[in-house]
């Protein structure tokens, strides 16, 4: 079984940062594939940014590119997303969210692990 916890969600102003973590327990992440989703109020829970387990390869919604990077470290068992220049839509409740199966995952039905999310909100 893993646990993922995610930390370092807040309240920020339009065009600041946030750095989020999600640390996992119970099973190493070596062979995961990771990812981040995002759910807003009154909407549907949507990708943001996935990676391979080394990290190297990444995937990101269209509307967070060239702001957000999503980075991970095994030996720590965390994954992380940067967020930079974060705007209002950005607000949502984060999720990160692990896969066993090894292939590329950007659909929320793929994963099989979910932590319990932390919130993102950015005032205009």
């Known amino acids: 079984q893993v646990q993922l916890v995610e930390s370092g969600g807040g309240l920020v102003q339009t065009g600041g940062s946030l750095r989020l973590s999600c640390a996992a327990s119970?099973?190493?992440?070596?062979?995961?594939?990771m990812g981040w989703f995002r759910q807003a109020p009154g909407k549907t829970r949507e990708f943001v940014a996935a990676?391979?387990?080394?990290?190297?390869?990444?995937w990101y919604v269209d509307s967070v590119k060239g702001r957000f990077t999503i980075s991970r470290d095994n030996a720590k068992n965390t994954v992380y997303l940067q967020m930079n220049n974060l705007k209002p839509e950005d607000t949502a409740l984060y999720y990160c969210?692990?896969?066993?199966?090894?292939?590329?995952?950007?659909?929320?039905?793929?994963?099989?692990?979910w932590g319990q999310g932390t919130q993102v909100t950015v005032s205009s």
């Open positions: 990676a391979t387990s080394s990290g190297f390869r990444t």
């Open positions: 969210a692990a896969d066993n199966n090894g292939e590329t995952a950007l659909t929320q039905g793929k994963y099989d692990y």
């Open positions: 119970g099973r190493s992440l070596y062979g995961y594939f």
